[in-house]
Nanobody, 125 residues
Framework: QVQLVESGGGLVQAGGSLRLSCAAS????????MGWFRQAPGKEREFVAG????????NYADSVKGRFTISRDNAKNTVYLQMSSLKPEDTAVYSC??????????????????WGQGTQVTVSS
């Protein structure tokens, strides 16, 4: 079965950086759009970034453009989220997700079939 396992979360001061990783198994990784979502307490899950199966196209939420970078290594079945200039409002549980499409990125959770368990990111002011 498909498994997605995130790592790299933690506590960081505002202005700092973190890199999240998501290791995938049980799927032909290059055939899947991958996405990062986040959910803060009391809020709905929101799209952060997405990347096509080839890695050639990326999408970002306006709130993270210029600060976050999504990338993937298809040889390692891993997708990354490099987060810089972190703000307290970035505090959330971050989850990766897989969409059974090579090229079509969508920005809603319902468009993704498989999810990881999430990793906590806390940004202190």
């Amino acid at each position: 079965q498909v498994q997605l396992v995130e790592s790299g979360g933690g506590l960081v001061q505002a202005g700092g950086s973190l890199r999240l990783s998501c290791a995938a198994s049980g799927l032909t990784f290059r055939n899947f759009v991958m996405g990062w979502f986040r959910q803060a307490p009391g809020k709905e899950r929101e799209f952060v970034a997405g990347i096509t199966g080839t890695g050639g196209t990326t999408n970002y939420a306006d709130s993270v453009k210029g600060r976050f970078t999504i990338s993937r290594d298809n040889a390692k079945n891993t997708v990354y989220l490099q987060m810089s200039s972190l703000k307290p409002e970035d505090t959330a549980v971050y989850s990766c997700a897989a969409r059974d499409s090579i090229f079509h990125i969508v920005e809603v959770p319902s468009g993704f079939k498989n999810w990881g368990q999430g990793t906590q990111v806390t940004v202190s002011s």
